[in-house]
């Protein structure tokens, strides 16, 4: 499924929607912590809080995964700002976000431009 959205904060419907197809309570509330984190980050650092820009998402289920694509109409990521460690620093001032999608998901990976992102998540895992 396709999902095109404005770039806005107010994204809390839109982030149950696409947690649909998630049955388990307690993986639908980590999965809701990184993939908010992973729209607000295309919002605010992507499309730099523009209303005019739009985010993408597109939801996809798989006998095994459950994926998503966000993508925002940014100039992307640089690779080396993808990590998912915060070197040691909990109190850094960036890079929460992307350590919270991290480990919130069972795979995540990044287009070439880096302004769209990959979370995968299995759907053997245990609830």
């Known amino acids: 499924m396709n999902f095109t959205t404005?770039?806005?904060?107010?994204?809390?419907?839109?982030?149950?929607?696409?947690?649909?197809?998630?049955?388990?309570?307690?993986?639908?509330?980590?999965?809701?912590?990184?993939?908010h984190e992973a729209l607000v980050n295309a919002v605010r650092h992507g499309n730099g809080n523009d209303p005019e820009k739009s985010v993408r998402i597109r939801r996809t289920e798989t006998t095994n995964w459950l994926v998503w694509q966000v993508q925002d109409e940014g100039p992307g990521i640089p690779p080396h700002c993808r990590r998912a460690d915060l070197c040691g620093q909990l109190d850094a001032s960036h890079g929460r976000g992307l350590f919270l999608i991290h480990h919130c998901f069972d795979d995540v990976r990044w287009s070439r431009q880096g302004n769209r992102v990959q979370l995968a998540v299995r759907r053997e895992r245990p609830c």
Not at 6 to 34: D, I, K, M, R, Y
């Open 6 to 35: 404005p770039s806005t904060l107010q994204l809390g419907t839109l982030v149950e929607l696409l947690l649909n197809p998630v049955p388990c309570p307690n993986l639908q509330a980590q999965l809701h912590l990184g993939l």
